[in-house]
């Protein structure tokens, strides 16, 4: 199985930054894509950040400028630093990575989610 950890979500004012890891571990024998995906309320998930195998980065429109993404492939670990955050920003991060797991089969994996939010 392959386990996704997040950590570092929370509550800042607006104008704030925040800065989220999340580790994979368990039995991995690659790891494709990691990203970051959110689910604000009432809204569908939708994705923020990718970092790509190939060191391709993409960001939702509403973040370019503001979010960065970043990755150590040696320790199977992606982060997100957001800065100058808004409240239209409050939402639950998801952390997301397309890896060949325990079956040898490439299949996408999924973090608990972590709270965000942006007080204004």
């Known amino acids: 199985q392959v386990q996704l950890v997040e950590s570092g979500g929370g509550l800042v004012q607006a104008g704030g930054s925040l800065r989220l890891s999340c580790a994979a571990s368990g039995t991995i024998f690659s790891i494709g894509a990691m990203g970051w995906y959110r689910q604000g309320p009432g809204k569908q998930r939708e994705l923020v950040a990718i970092?790509?195998?190939?060191?391709?980065?993409n960001y939702a429109e509403s973040v370019k400028g503001r979010f960065t993404i970043s990755r150590d492939n040696a320790k199977n670990t992606v982060w997100l630093q957001m800065n100058s955050l808004k409240p239209e920003d409050t939402a639950v991060y998801y952390c997301?990575?397309?890896?060949?797991?325990?079956?040898?089969?490439?299949?996408?994996?999924w973090g608990q989610g972590t709270q965000v939010t942006v007080s204004s």
């Open positions: 970092f790509r195998s190939t060191g391709i980065t």
């Open positions: 997301n990575c397309n890896a060949k797991g325990p079956a040898r089969i490439w299949g996408d994996y």
